[in-house]
T-cell receptor, first 114, second 114 residues
Framework: NAGVTQTPKFQVLKTGQSMTLQCAQDMNHEYMSWYRQDPGMGLRLIHYSVGAGITDQGEVPNGYNVSRSTTEDFPLRLLSAAPSQTSVYFC?????????????FGPGTRLTVT | AQSVAQPEDQVNVAEGNPLTVKCTYSVSGNPYLFWYVQYPNRGLQFLLKYITGDNLVKGSYGFEAEFNKSQTSFHLKKPSALVSDSALYFCAVRDMYNNNDMRFGAGTRLTVKP
């Protein structure tokens, strides 16, 4: 199993540009999530999905959209990039939505917005 | 909402000495507690979790954590530190009422010196 994969690894955008961060998992996990990691702030939840066709907002959803058309894929879209979205983005998955499940993380995408 | 505090930004220990990385939490109901480790330029890796039962939880790479309900703490410990344990450690919590939202602490950087 490849686990959770993310592309690209690095990306530089200009303010106002849009892009999609890709995330895929091959573990047949129902729950998937997107986090951003900023220095001194830990990880903050952007959006999550409890199954195909079901998504919801996390702690910091503004400026981001998600969709979940298949169990495997959970792309994150930046609608109009802003310097405040410079961060490292992590996708994660877990077998189910229950609170006892740990999450499996991808390697991350480092995004810089100029 | 649930929250986690890691009171130390940095912990330094000598190789072979015991280590402790501190974590305190706040939840409405029963806590589900997790420790993750992040090596440079990598995603987070799961170390261990507390769901219920024995207050001392054993995990990967010789790490263990002690759950203390009265002090609302979940400190990570290892009897003998290795240089290779040097990394960024995150404590995380879910609660039974809002289990889609895993909240992370800001992280503690552990440095083990030879």
């Amino acid at each position: 199993n490849a686990g959770v994969t993310q592309t690209p690894k690095f990306q530089v955008l200009k303010t106002g540009q849009s892009m999609t961060l890709q995330c895929a998992q091959d573990m047949n996990h129902e729950y998937m999530s997107w986090y951003r990691q900023d220095p001194g702030m830990g990880l903050r939840l952007i959006h999550y999905s409890v199954g195909a066709g079901i998504t919801d907002q996390g702690e910091v959803p503004n400026g981001y959209n998600v969709s979940r058309s298949t169990t495997e894929d959970f792309p994150l879209r930046l609608l109009s990039a802003a310097p405040s979205q410079t961060s490292v983005y992590f996708c994660a998955s877990s077998p189910d939505r229950g609170p006892s499940y740990e999450q499996y993380f991808g390697p991350g995408t480092r995004l810089t917005v100029t | 909402a649930q929250s986690v505090a890691q009171p130390e930004d940095q912990v330094n220990v000598a190789e072979g000495n015991p280590l402790t990385v501190k974590c305190t939490y706040s939840v409405s109901g029963n806590p589900y507690l997790f420790w993750y480790v992040q090596y440079p330029n990598r995603g987070l890796q799961f170390l261990l979790k507390y769901i219920t039962g024995d207050n001392l939880v054993k995990g990967s790479y010789g790490f263990e954590a002690e759950f203390n309900k009265s002090q609302t703490s979940f400190h990570l410990k290892k009897p003998s530190a290795l240089v290779s344990d040097s990394a960024l450690y995150f404590c995380a919590v879910r609660d039974m009422y809002n289990n889609n939202d895993m909240r992370f602490g800001a992280g503690t950087r552990l440095t083990v010196k030879p």
